[in-house]
């Protein structure tokens, strides 16, 4: 499936994701913690320079993010974790939307899952992939920031990563724009996967 990436808009915030007013359409949704780079990302993905706003205080955002991409798809931008100076109250809601949202029958076509390259994954890290496998969603690993390493220190970082967790990582610069086509790609393969499923489902 072709997806034009340079076709996007940022849809709406949703702080109950089970009434966000969209149609219902494959979504790709990004997790991380809060300074793992997320909306740098998405606009080295959208190829704009601020569909979505880098905050200089991470965990700044609190709600669920929608993009338009192409008319195809939604990049679904879930509120960052682990950020130590939120209050507990604050982490518990953001907790809560982000499992509101996974019970929320979404069309859910992949996970893109951030960590940062130059450190081992966390335990919120570890929580999440704990989470992501429970549920049984297909998911990615991104690992961001990679233009701080040098190749052959990303090769091991990858190895390594893709050890531990038994699923493809991906490399990822904002800087440079490194894994921008790969991370394209599979969001293009998934979400043709997703609709041919679907609707050999819905035939049954």
Avoid at 97 to 102: P, V
Avoid at 154 to 164: A, G, H, L
Wanted: hydrophobic share 40%; aromatic share 8%; with cysteine.
């Amino acid at each position: 499936m072709n997806i034009n990436f340079n076709d996007a808009n940022f849809i709406t915030s949703a702080y109950d994701v089970r009434n966000a007013p969209v149609e219902r359409r494959p979504e790709i949704v990004m997790v991380g913690r809060s300074n793992v780079g997320k909306s740098s990302m998405i606009n080295k993905l959208l190829n704009r320079k601020s569909i979505a706003k880098v905050s200089e205080k991470p965990g700044k955002t609190a709600a669920a993010n929608y993009y338009d991409v192409g008319k195809k798809i939604y990049l679904v931008d879930l509120p960052g974790y682990g950020f130590a100076l939120r209050s507990k109250a604050e982490r518990k809601s953001w907790g809560s939307l982000t499992g509101d949202y996974f019970d929320s029958d979404r069309d859910i076509a992949l996970v893109l899952f951030l960590i940062d390259i130059r450190h081992e994954p966390t335990e919120d890290d570890l929580l999440m992939y704990d989470f992501l496998m429970s549920r049984e969603v297909p998911f990615c690993i991104a690992a961001t920031k990679a233009d701080k390493l040098s190749a052959k220190q990303i090769d091991e970082q990858i190895e390594k990563v893709s050890r531990q967790f038994m699923v493809r990582v991906v490399p990822f610069s904002s800087k440079d724009g490194k894994g921008v086509q790969p991370i394209r790609e599979i969001i293009e393969d998934v979400t043709e996967e997703f609709l041919k499923e679907k609707a050999e489902t819905s035939e049954e």
